[in-house]
Nanobody, 116 residues
């Protein structure tokens, strides 16, 4: 099992920044950590991913150049630095872990609201 707890969400004005954290715990080895988001009335969409072992990252085109994903293995935490936020970034942001057994685990999410 993997437990994931997101934090760092909040309300900001357009152009502002937030840093989300995803703290992972449990005994199951993790392959990748992803961030997804879901806006009201929309499907959940991929935002960013990082390999737990190599640190190789990728972000969605919609946030490229504005969002950065990073990890601190010593803290078992993955961060999502979000800059130049836009109203369309408003969503619940979820942390997702893919384990070595190819199981998916989800956090409860953290709300990000960007006002114009």
């Amino acid at each position: 099992q993997v437990q994931l707890v997101e934090s760092g969400g909040g309300s900001v004005q357009a152009g502002g920044s937030l840093r989300l954290s995803c703290a992972a715990s449990g005994r199951t080895a993790i392959l990748n950590i992803h961030w997804y988001r879901q806006a009201p009335g929309k499907e959940r969409e991929f935002v960013a991913t990082t390999s737990w072992s190599t640190g190789i990252t990728n972000v969605a085109d919609s946030v490229k150049g504005r969002f950065t994903i990073s990890r601190d293995n010593a803290m078992n935490t993955v961060f999502l630095q979000m800059n130049s936020l836009k109203p369309e970034d408003t969503a619940i942001y979820y942390c997702n872990a893919l384990s070595g057994r190819l199981e998916n685990f989800w956090g409860r999410g953290t709300q990000v609201t960007v006002s114009s």
